[in-house]
């Protein structure tokens, strides 16, 4: 079927690419003319700006948004509720918060015009290996656009089948989901990352332990020399805890084991504190996610002001005077080899 | 070659099992005359104590030992030091605590016994899949036991390899490590399974989270009623967050998405205590792996002391009253709805 | 001078009657008659409803609401705006959510109506300890309602001066600030109650470890039973950490040291909540006041969805299988006493 | 009565003088003899190495040790094992592990010579404000050490009684407490500690919330320039968390409200490790007692290896490339602001 795609970005461009690929039609647009060049090179339609873009698909259209949530969606979905007409609908691929999604739908309704909110996974791997997509909206709709889901989700592939599935929804098989009414699609997605978080974190910090394993600081006797890369390898096969993030951090690791190339400051999107967000909502404990979310917001600070605060109380009730500079990890651990003469201590 | 199993439980057995396959010989013995019963049948040499056991081997020989950690492990390997003879090897396959390993390795070596710890991953799948072993002992002793590593491991089947992988240790992508010295391997073994609380438990919450998307107790339009089983699949495939404790969990929900099969207690063993320990001795922040572990243990508390402090607390400033009883989780959400009189608050 | 009061609960009411002891004068109103005509016969004016009360003030009026934040606050407040006139000024005592005064203050400022958010600390313990108070809102409001705040507030006390603060602004040491414009005041009292949690939770599994050092389930020569009571009591002398939760806490131990008068369920109210919504978007990691919190959730489950889960996975990966009910917590520690035969794990 | 003491520090030295003031006799030792000469010209007597401390003391002999825990203590009560005689008492008043204390006792008393553990809090403060002492041993011995005990404590003071005692131990109320058994006092203080640091913590992270209130990153109505030692001072008054340590931090902002006279690398001593240990031994969720502990080992790392996993797999799955530097703090909040393009996220 025909498609407008909005945001030729790595995401937006390769979801083309892969609609064409397997016979559809896309109408194209990004602010970069660069990035709309590319894709008519390749078979697409390119538009000169939205309502360009609206005029050259047939009705009722598809019109894929596929842009940094925030701003720029708004601003353009804003515009399409204005140059679409009734039966029309507007696909939000990016990571919108899905509070957002059910502000948009019900302004768009309106008008009679559609909205479904697509969770989309699959980043820079996504054209090659599919894209898993978490949807919200009407049935109605959603069925329409199925073609579309059907030619961007991974399938079955060569992942075994989940036993007892037989009856169930075929399509969720396929790397696909109608999970809800709109909103519903950017809520699965944004758990999804939630739980990316955590899962990330835990690796990390087990890497962690076996790297400080040969900390210099610690008793002769408890430490260990290991090879990290070595050993994300041997996990990938036969043990409980093999994941495509686990491949990953192996790959990362054979090439460089020290990951000097990195520097430990770590990013987050929206999805990881909304995840949060809706745990302390719906009064759910959720420590792990959480504690994933505050290791990135620490990782990006030099110190925090709280840590200044326990300094302050320190020096207030014992006299302490902490240094002031990182010593090497080494002369991190062993409690007993750094303590401080009893005199300066509470 | 030819091995000595003592402990034929679900492990032991089908470690036995898969050797025998292969080609290798096992002379068995558990404290279940059936056990060993069930194993003869099969091929395998029964021994009617440990004696036996040792006197049906051929020296230089290799004894695995596959009990329970603790206890009963140590009086075993306590007693096959005293019955093997120079030259020979105990191989502890069990979860055993590294610092054990270290110190049952010492005097073992006394007498010219060799010892290797071998954490093994793989339980009730191991037979068919193999198992993942992390091994820890002198080169020699490991090299020597080759054999046997190499056919219990999983091989590389079906995964695709990690580039970069070419001149390293050909054994890691067999699913088998010798990851250092005595202690080496269940070291490993021990930060495997504290990644793997914190896996488990990264989902676990996800799935809290979309569970009680649905609670009344939330405004109605932030509410969404989501089949958890499907989504537990979808994520299978092209998503970020696949991995073997994914699929387990897709298997569990498509029988029977509410879980009520279980009641929530779950245990812990010693691995993911011991993976703490070592990261407060490295002085490595491991919120994630911790507050996995916590859960566990509040999942088997009714009410923690800690909790009847707070109450107390409460009384004594704000003149709170707790209700005596957990209500429906329904309830538990909105916090502006069970707001008690400002009267009682402080 | 002259204040209306909304909500005559044990907070209200009791701040009527501080203000009323220092020679103000009140107009009462509350859903309750009795508690209105308790404080008509202690010398208040009693009102019939909010029209009456507005009527019975000299304007420029300064009406006091105190009332459990969420619909009946903002029922009240949407109601007032329509009674009060320019000049007059609605003090928000309760526990209001930050972003709702200042969407208040917007609307209620067209009709020239001022505002000011008032976080009110001190429970039932106000009328006689004083209250502290948090204020946001315009300087000029703030000022003229001094007298009041003074009246309410702690005083200095025999609290000894902080050093270094004198020229400082002189009503902090008395207990009461003007935190910043219309919003501030709340703001400041949720993160009170955000560290309030912290602090009560760091004593409370302070005490759940001191309790457990009794629990048979560990080795013999590990264990202590310690006088909790005495414990508590010792350390509000002399130690680092003596507190006024510490007093409650010791008050509560010595009448029962047990707790079993308790439940063990601990509600939370929407400071917490807030306060880790605003951590959150400063991007501020707060392990420990979300930890409280989540704390607080847990404990008013039987068990968590996520607990299932994570058994539904141990029995797949290891044909766990998990014990259906609460060993006494005695049972609870050791881990190498409880761990099952090795055939049943992974 | 007579006590011998060894390690003169802030904290040794303070104890002799507020002993010698209260009328008891000290025999002094310190390997710096300037520390052993400041004391004997306010009454001591000094002593010239342990032997001859040992032959200045009239037998039954009592012996504090107040060094650094680890190496120094056991160095020197193994020295003082084979000077001391039957009847004699060594009383480590150090921050010892009391499985430490445990094994020296034992030790001991094979020549007879009793052990008494004494947690003993109180910093630089103890002199004047007394030290909070915990204490294990044998009754008989711990009973003939009370007036030493008595002069030390603090006394009841002028802080407020706790209702219920009247029938209890009256010592607890003067500041010090018999414990149990030789280690229960050091199980206390190492408690107390873990507490100090859940407590310093959930400070902390409440000033770093309201100190980022005023971040740049924020929409500019959720902005606040908050005076965070104002706000220090107000809560010292009528508010629930009141303490010492709000105290000392409410000075320390006084002095210096940017705190930039400290780095904000915090140290910590053996006691916040052990307390963890033994939590995780009695199987007692410790989630605020650990945070806080991690806090301090992050505040120590400039990166840790757990965030370079992190970008090592964000760079894998989403092409995502973290920037090099530390942004300052005002870039780090709203995400919406600062998402990469799509096309470089997953």
Known sequence: MQIGMIGLGRMGGNIVRRLMKDGH?????????????ALTREGAIGAGGLEDLVRKLDPPRAVWVMLPAGQITEATIDQLGKL???GDVVIDGGNTFWQDDIRRAKTLKETGIDYVDVGTSGGIWGYA?????MIGGDKVVVDRLDPIFATLAPGI?????TPGRETRDPRVEQGYIHAGPVGAGHFVKMVHNGIEYGLMQAYAEGFDI???????ALPEAHRFDLDIADIAEVWRRGSVI???????????LARNDQLDNYSGFVEDSGEGRWTINAAIEE???????TAALYARFRSRRDHTFAEKILSAMRAGFGGHKEPQQHPEPEQQAAPQQKLKPKSERA
Not at 129 to 133: F, L, N
């Open 25 to 37: 039609h896309a109408v194209v647009y990004d602010r970069d003319p660069q990035a709309i060049e």
């Open 84 to 86: 679409l007409a009734a």
């Open 129 to 133: 290996r599919g894209y898993c997509m």
């Open 242 to 252: 093999p994941s495509w993030l686990l491949d990953l951090t192996s790959t990362a």
């Open 283 to 289: 009064a759910v404990p959720a420590e792990v996610l």
């Open 210 to 216: 076996l790297k400080n394993a040969s900390s210099e």
């Open 157 to 161: 592939g060569d992942i075994p089948r």
